[in-house]
């Protein structure tokens, strides 16, 4: 254990008895050296001297530590920054974030999740300090991200996701720490100062902390930034991602056990048999979207992903209708699903066919 460490962690309390001894023995040497011999007095003056410098180093070492802290909270968040409103706390679609879904972290991404917290925990184990994770939208990156991070806290070891606009601030916080940490980039290709981060990465190496990077794809827009970079930092990353999750399953065997997992985790009926009508082009997020549909109705017997989507909005719409006090407000939520979309998707083509699943955008 560094002595960092001992100070700021969980032998608070041992540094905080020795500066209360500090202060006693400090306090009383004075009055009780001028009342003693001389042979008596002098080693208690050296000891109230010695006291007094142990209590000021240990005054000085705690208030860098709330120092380091303070930059630390300010520089990263605990999970994916995602906006809410007491109004979604009933929402389905709130059951689809990553951090509150209750669907269990998948499986086959077990393997994944275990090697990158042992490259967060043993930084001499990982191939760089940069860690690229691709994967499709909705595939399961930022659950996995969510699963390491589970992981990593009970070793002990922090992670941190970083907050826009802190990207610099974020690694000299993770570094100050002087021990192993894991900083997550989410959205890496849209992240605005993920060249400075990288920058500030290398200007600071060696070091104990782990990048992980996540993005849909590592291609023109990895590309892009690798250009700007400086050369001397294109030695902390590669042009291929590290790790690469698999597709959702398109079998129609896959999909139903992936549909069968979530709707049960969402608390559908266990005894109930719910057929998935298999999707052309599936994603994880699409298949536990047409589960959630399915655990909160009792008489469907089938699932179909295909319009999943457009009666999720439809029920949410009605919701937001049902909830909204003022005038205006389903227009506003039209609005805020049409720029989230136009946002999400790669390009405008992309967005227009998850357009047409709203039926409040269809026209």
Sequence with gaps: MSLRHWICGPSWKASTGAIVVAVIVAGISGPVTNAVPLWVGIPLGLAAGVATASL?????????????????EAAVANGPSVPSTDDDEDGL????????SPVRFSQTHAAMARQLRRWAAEPGTRPRPVI?????????KTRLLLEVSSMLADQGVRSGWVSEGHGPDAVEAAIALDEPVLLIVDNASTHPQLVDLLTCLQTTAPSAVTVVLAARDFGDWWRSAQMRLPRK???????DPDLQLPPAPTDPKGQQQVFEQARRAFGGDAAAAVQLTPAAAPSILLLQTAALLAATSTSAPRADPSVAIARLFTLEEARWQAASRHGGGIEDLRAAILLATLVGAATEADAEPLLL??????A
């Design 56 to 72: 000021q180093v240990q005054l000085d070492r705690r208030a860098e530590c709330r120092t380091r802290e303070r930059a630390w």
């Design 93 to 100: 679609i709130t059951l689809l974030l990553p951090e509150q």
């Design 357 to 362: 699943h709203h039926p409040g955008l269809a």
């Design 233 to 239: 930092v294109l030695g902390l990353v590669v042009v």
């Design 132 to 140: 690229c994770l691709a994967g499709q939208a909705g595939g399961g």
